[in-house]
């Protein structure tokens, strides 16, 4: 079964970390990854730029409409995603704890639904 | 560069709508995916189940908390992403503005950040 790990964090508690600290942070997520690609849950996964960054957008008849900023206002900011192989929602979620970003935010764990046409 | 599309939607809505609108609105989501992978645009997408599906998890002081539920409450639901290759944002967002779901929810187009290791690491 596939799951979604959606990050998120403080973007301001991790602006304030000391350089070092960040990229140590950086360097054991990057570990993780590579832990879990060779155990074969791992699918993908990205990190996102700031929250600021982001553009929402509606199509409402012909009309398109963008505005700035992420969709939800969160004290946390969704910073990051993982979409991985788990045998169910238990072993998801051990794994999802594994991610060492995971002592600093929230990692909300989401089955994927699988489409089929009709 | 790559961009995320976080697809937003009111699941409540989606529940309501009739099979056949229903399945209609999945066969137009996979043929947008379709169209996207052969323009060579499309990395990864997927739908996500119902909100209520989902487990919170935080990790303190070495201890493990779960909690049901998303993380955030919010009017609209993420429920579902595609990954996309695009030149710009307005390119990703050329790309968004086709998603079919994008005529009934919202969607956040948010570019992704490369994460580099350290000198260390890289050695």
Do not use: W
Request: charged letters at 30%; one cysteine or more; glycine letters at 6%.
């Amino acid at each position: 079964m596939k799951f979604m790990f959606v990050i998120y964090h403080d973007e301001q508690t991790l602006d304030a970390l000391p350089a070092g600290e960040m990229q140590t942070l950086v360097d054991s997520a990057l570990d993780y990854t590579e832990e879990i690609r060779r155990s074969g849950h791992y699918v993908v996964s990205n990190a996102l730029q700031r929250a600021r960054t982001a553009r929402i957008l509606r199509v409402r008849g012909s009309k398109v409409s963008t505005t700035d900023g992420p969709f939800a206002e969160t004290k946390e900011q969704l910073g990051g995603f993982f979409l991985v192989e788990a045998k169910d929602m238990d072993e998801a979620c051990l794994l999802a704890a594994r991610f060492p970003p995971a002592r600093l935010g929230t990692i909300e764990v989401r089955p994927v639904r699988e489409l089929q046409h009709s | 560069m790559r961009y995320l599309c976080l697809v937003y939607l009111v699941e409540n809505e989606m529940a309501t709508m009739s099979e056949s609108e229903s399945d209609a609105c999945t066969d137009e989501s996979l043929a947008y995916d379709e169209a996207l992978r052969r323009s060579g645009q499309l990395i990864l997408a997927h739908a996500l189940e119902r909100v209520e599906t989902a487990t919170t998890v935080r990790v303190r002081q070495g201890k493990l908390f779960t909690t049901d539920g998303p993380f955030a409450e919010t009017k609209e639901q993420l429920g579902g992403f595609i990954l996309i290759e695009a030149r710009d944002l307005n390119d990703a967002i050329q790309a968004a503005s086709r998603i079919p779901l994008a005529r009934r929810g919202s969607i956040e187009v948010r570019p992704i950040k490369e994460l580099k290791p350290s000198v260390r690491r890289t050695r």
